[in-house]
């Protein structure tokens, strides 16, 4: 199948990068949001993602016109749907944007269309969710148009290359409906691209996150283990992983963005009494900011009137996404021990979350502060200077709770050195 038209529904961390590689492909896409203030932005050239490539990626197919900015979604040979499936307060699948993105194609659906639903879903979302509203146009999913699931898997942070070269998994709720979806992606996927019907695809995309989840969660939980014993865990994972077939993960603050700590509860919703391992798993990283926030008062003897300069509030290195973020969930925890944090993000200076003392500044936070904690293992601090940051501040104490500091370096430099699961 050839498709020359495209519209993408969702200018998000997904649907934005998509568009834009299309248009660079030559595809004439229009991409919609219902967001004005993201439509207004990027109608004037503005990415509201920080992605590699991609600011300059978005004014390119702009100034060539193959990428439209749109409220409205157009008629077009294919949709594809990137929107945000989040979880509501029960830790069930929140649909809506998935439900409100399928009615808003129903009137530009047209015969020998294709529909493909990229947003992360529960299984069975795309047959049992998807096709009955757009067979509301009265054209019959897999007859009339085709329809087919194929997860997104990019990374972010290297979104414009893995989207590439990733492998890519579609899943059609009939083999035509794949193997247009093939056709559509085959513009630019490099990595091999494999054919499956909806639910197993739908399935695949939960089982990797959820892998992922409990991997993670095993390394807190060894992070944990290791404190109790005083065992240095970042020696310890990496002797253990020198055996062929151990790779242990990295503990950390805990689990954040807005895939990973959400995605495992929608098997968990789907079939709970089945899913027991998966459940714990998410307790154990949900639990891993409130295991910090001990571990770092106990180092400095309470915290009640300490000032901590927080260094980090993205939900992982390198990014400026701050949703979810774990990092974020500590900072709160130390305020409610009664620290005064004075937290900074230099990827995102003015994140403007809630319950959370931000500057701008990293020496506004280290002046006063007595405690200086490593949230985030961005580059930028990682290639901070202790002899340069022992003359901004009187801290006594450093907590590294993501082993991106040399000890002996910050020791050197006249600082108490603590961190997650180091021997002291
Ligand atoms: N984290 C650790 N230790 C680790 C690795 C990660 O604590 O060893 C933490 C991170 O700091 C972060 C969270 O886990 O808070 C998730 O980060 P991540 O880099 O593992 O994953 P995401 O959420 O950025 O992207 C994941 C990816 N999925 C997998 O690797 C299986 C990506 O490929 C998916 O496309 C993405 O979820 C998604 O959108 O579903």
Request: net charge negative; aromatic share 6%.
């Amino acid at each position: 199948m050839k498709f020359s038209t495209l519209c993408v529904i969702g200018m998000g961390y997904i649907g934005l990068p998509y568009a834009s590689v299309f248009a660079s492909k030559g595809v004439r896409v229009t991409g919609m949001d219902t967001n004005t203030a993201i439509i207004e932005g990027l109608q004037a050239g503005k990415s509201h993602i920080v992605e590699p490539g991609l600011q300059e990626l978005v004014v390119k197919v702009l100034a060539s016109g193959h990428l439209t900015i749109s409220t409205e979604v157009v008629s077009a040979d294919a949709f594809i749907i990137a929107v945000p499936t989040p979880f509501d307060t029960d830790k069930r699948a929140d649909l809506r944007a998935v439900i409100a993105a399928s009615q808003s194609i129903v009137p530009h659906l047209r015969r020998g269309n294709l529909v493909i639903l990229e947003s992360t879903s529960p299984p069975r979302t795309t047959t049992d969710v998807v096709t009955p509203i757009l067979e509301k146009s009265g054209l019959k999913a897999g007859e009339d148009f085709l329809l087919a699931y194929s997860p997104e898997r990019v990374l972010p942070g290297r979104i414009l290359q893995e989207l590439v070269e990733n492998p890519r998994v579609i899943g059609g709720i009939d083999r035509s409906s794949a193997e247009a979806g093939r056709d559509l992606y085959q513009i630019f996927v490099q990595g091999e691209i494999i054919l499956t019907d909806a639910t197993t695809a739908e399935m695949v995309k939960l089982m990797e996150n959820t892998f992922r989840d409990i991997n993670i969660a095993i390394a807190n939980e060894f992070s944990r283990l290791a404190d109790a014993f005083n065992v240095d865990i970042w020696e310890a994972i990496s002797i253990a992983n020198l055996h062929p077939r151990v790779q242990i993960l990295r503990p950390g603050v805990g689990v954040g963005g807005h895939c990973i700590d959400v995605d495992p509860w929608f098997l968990v919703e789907a079939a709970p009494e089945r899913a027991p391992l998966i459940r714990a798993a998410r307790s154990v990283n949900d639990g891993q900011p409130a295991f910090l926030a001990e571990n770092i008062a106990r180092v400095v003897g309470g915290l009640e009137g300490k000032t901590i300069a927080f260094l980090g509030l993205a939900f992982k290195p390198n990014v400026d996404d701050v949703r979810e973020s774990p990092a974020a969930e500590l900072v709160r925890l130390l305020v409610s021990a009664g620290a005064r944090v004075l937290a900074y993000e230099p990827l995102k200076p003015a994140a403007n979350l809630q319950g959370i003392e931000q500057v701008e500044h990293l020496e506004d936070a280290l002046s006063g502060a007595h405690l200086v904690v490593l949230g985030v293992a961005h580059e930028v601090f990682k290639a901070l200077d202790p002899a340069e940051l022992r003359l901004k501040t009187k801290a006594e104490w450093v907590y590294d709770a993501v082993n991106a500091w040399d000890k002996h370096a910050w020791e050197a430099a006249g600082f108490k050195f603590h961190g997650l699961a180091r021997r002291n």
